[in-house]
């Protein structure tokens, strides 16, 4: 037989944890090189693509990929525009319209859709509504909040609310109904009141549904006020912004131009919606842990 | 034998009503609820807000607004005072063309997201390679890509189809990656001690474990098109709802513009239906476990 | 050495196919997991002897690493050391620290892993057509046959999701004994069940281990299930898992439910009690999440 009485040599020895500093773990992290890879090797060929023109002439274009300026170009005119005051100003307009809708938006929203999952007569008689107008999209309101708000700050700002509003307002219905019911009988048995189920379980139950609703809220409303922007900014009233100045890039047919403007925005709802999730895990430490 | 008496008189279990006789007892069960009652009062309610606010008080501001009655009077005249109607071919024009531009982009954005959403789900060599270059374009809004878009494509309608193409292929790769990471590792772990073959693997096991997850992200990306479609329509467009939505405004004739509106939702509505209808259809599995559920 | 005695022989049948094979032999075998970079020892050389046609269980606390030992010789996690053989062919070893997976080696899962997206039929189906030994109109065939015999008959073409919990984990039974494999190995299949539906349950795999007499290797925590169903009851120790005591179940088979209220019974309950209910504690203080 299998000799059981061995003893076993190694277990002392691989017992001991053997911590790997995170710098070395970043290094051996093999997702990480081909990530890095891979966008190199995209760089790479959206340069290569968009300059073949140049070195083998017109006929040779690559439709659609040709007319895109080479990314070291991009690079180039973006350490141009670095500097300037009016790049920063659209950054400093576009943040100010989002946070504005966003802010109103989850004032709004969060109420109205707690209100929604607690009462079923509130539900009954304000859903329906709420699902006829959700599944207009929030752009297609652009003219008519134009017509209707006396300035054009007031309409972005509505629009960008309304965006962000249907978004907030279902998630935080969805999230609060689906609490466990068990949770909420636990706390009766122990003499937990209406308000003590309210604020002890309903809102801390529904909070990562509003989280994910204002991440997602938060794409939405760089959306609209882009689009609002290019619309109905075009520089007359609008004070500018990141979609202004894209817009105004493609007017002056800087495509070098367009392409910055393209990532600053890429790079502001990046932001925004990173500290959305910091806050949520900053706020919801049980959370953390899985 | 008076419990098999009992037994006969009362059946321990009927047979479940099909068809016709299913939707009579529905019916007559929610029209024992306050349901539909507070549902019909809360429409009526809005209809009657908006009435109240646009045309029978005219409170200034909202005047400007057409109110219910004004839009109902036009879509339903054969000769409509500010030319569109359910009458007139225009209308169905605008529809159409939208309509095609989504099933278009869709189409594409579906053929091309499901397959890579799943390989990116399944490999996690091919997740490591297209994963961050999806990460860096994702953040970019889709409006974002409009000017770029109308300068790389000739002509109206491929810059349109561009637009809503690339923000439905976001939604549906990412949301059919996240479906084969929710398939459990015991499905896998079964499908290979069965003796499968990766092919058998991909078919049997990644394909139909991420369907629940894929119909999801399909509703969602039917939604993010017809959103991009309309601002895209909005700022190059030659027809379509978005176009009619701004060409109104432009014209100076709001009820079309409110017509616009309301169509668009409807459509967009009927749509994401379809969708969630085809979803329903091909995962009776899912149906009706969950059925069984209660929910 | 030697492995090719088989133990249950008395109720030998002709229709017995497994006889003499399914031997498992466990030797010296080490699991070191290493999530964050900090070592944990799963299994630490543990070694057990199981004969062709035994039903071998495995009782011992929760996330002790019982698991992993069924999954190193189901193929689906490597060990760091030691060997696994199947009648003496190498599974896993030095030079080949993962076995493959193979239909020879059943899995029951622990929560059961019948494709949610197939009916009963076709998930019994499933292995004899990916194996390309039927044809699809036979393996369904020959399926529902053997669903009726396992007495699912009536509900061959539902959905997992539209049975009870006792007639889908039958049903994946039915789909690990198609395959005709050497070993089932069993993870805590009735787990999550009631004491009645457990007690059928129980039952029917004894009913189809007389008829089949397919080695099995089953892991639980259950006392009852485990000398009951049991040829051997091999305890194993907290995590590191290692064999602390093998109990011989000498109760002859076939067996009913009227076996376990037996003196026999009840003295080899307090023999296995007593080894259990220390490393029991061990495992409570140690309070350590189960690894997955």
Redesign the interface.
Known sequence: ??D?A?P?T??AA???????SRLQ?LWQN??LW??????IV?LFFWEIGSRWDEWFGKEWMIP??G??PPPTDVAATWLEVLPKVGYWESWYSSFKRVLSGFLMAMLLGIPFGLLLAVN??FR??????FE?????????????S?????TNEMSIAFITFLGAFFTIVINVLGGARNIDVRYLRAAQSMGASQWDLFSKIILPGTLPSIFTGAAVGM?IT??VV??AE??SGGGTQGGGG??FF??N??MGGS?EQ??V???S???A??LS?SAIRMIGDWYMPWKRLF | MSQTAAATAVPRRTKAPTGMSLFFYRLGKSLQTPTPYLTLFGVALWLFTWWLLCEGLRVDRFDKIPGPVAVSKDLFSPTPFQGISIYTQEYYDHILVSCRRILIAFSIATGVGVPLGLFMGWSRRIRDYAFPILETLRPIPILAWVPLSILMFPGFEAPVIFLATLASLFVTTLNTMLGVDSIDEAYFRAAGCLGSSNWDIFKNVVVPGALPFIFTGLQISIGVAWFSLVAAEMVSGDLGLGYLIVDSYMNNVTVPMVIGMITLGFVGWVTSMLVRMLGNWLMQWHVKALALQGR | MNISTPVASEGAKPMAANEGRGALSIRNVTKIYDPEGVNVMAVDNCSMEIAAGEVCMIVGPSGCGKTTLLNAIAGFHSITEGEILLDNELLCGPSKPKADQGAERMVVFQHGALFPWKTLAENVAYGPIVQGKLRKRQALEKASDMLAEAGLGDVVTKYPGEVSSGMSRRAEIVRALINDPKVLLLDEPYRAMDALTKSIMHESLLETYDRTKVTIFFITHDLEEAIFLGDKVHVVTTRPCQLKKTVEVNIPRPRSYETQSSEQFRLLMDEVNEAVHEEAIKAFQAGERELA
């Open positions: 037989m299998t059981i061995q076993s190694h277990a691989s017992a001991t944890p053997r911590k790997r773990k093999q997702s081909r990530g890095i890879t891979a966008i995209f659609g990929v007319l895109i079923k007569y009954g008689i304000f859903f329906p509504p006829i107008l959700r599944p207009i999209p929030p752009l297609a309101w652009v003219p008519a134009l017509i209707f708000w006396p794409g760089w959306e882009l689009a290019m619309i990141l979609g894209i817009w890039s493609y495509l367009i392409v403007g393209m990532i925005v890429g790079i709802g990046y919606s």
